[in-house]
């Protein structure tokens, strides 16, 4: 058996799940609402405050289909009640981000400043040199904060670019002079 697959998911209070045909599932919480149509062949069943995911059969297909259609489901619970955030760092001499509405510009060391537009359901801060992407669909926040770091990944010399505040990058050790 799945080990995260056969995990029930508890539905916390001011929470609700709806289970359509074609496991169309919707989760309203009091952050927003969360809508995904997961794989059919998987038994999602509401039993008092928790839901289950079951599987058919033991097909290597089924099994991994299990264990993720359950993550999903626990993310959008999760997402509608606390919401995600992701926070990148922008290190680098003149690299600077600023944010104008819902317009986010960034000074990378380009001939230009790159501008990016926050996608909907997303909401991006500015503090100083760190910005923070938060919102409810978890999928959404890590791939705008993907596609913010693409813009300039961190390079291994110096550690300029966007990181995560998380991440640690693996430094080299530079060229040195002729004696």
């Not at 510009?105 to 537009?117: D, F, K, Q, R």
Request: aromatic share 4%; hydrophobic share 30%; no cysteine.
């Amino acid at each position: 058996m799945s080990r995260i697959g056969r995990m029930p998911i508890a539905i916390p209070a001011g929470v609700t799940v709806d289970i359509a045909e074609n496991n169309q599932v919707t989760v309203k919480g009091p952050k927003g609402t969360l809508t995904r149509v997961l794989p059919a062949e998987m038994d999602i069943k509401l039993e008092d405050d928790h839901v289950v995911v079951t599987r058919p059969n033991d097909l290597k297909k089924m099994k991994s289909l299990h264990g993720l259609t359950r993550t999903l489901i626990h993310n959008m619970v999760v997402g509608v009640t606390e919401g995600y955030t992701k926070v990148l760092e922008v290190n680098g001499v003149g690299y600077r981000a600023q944010k104008q509405g819902k317009k986010l510009t960034l000074s990378l060391g380009y001939s230009h400043p790159v501008e990016m537009e926050d996608p909907e359901g997303l909401e991006s801060k500015v503090d100083g040199n760190t910005i923070t992407i938060s919102g409810i669909d978890k999928e959404k926040v890590g791939q705008y904060a993907a596609e913010i770091r693409e813009k300039r990944a961190p390079e291994p010399y110096k550690g300029k670019g966007i990181k995560y505040a998380d991440e640690v990058i693996r430094r080299k050790v530079g060229k040195t002079g002729k004696k």
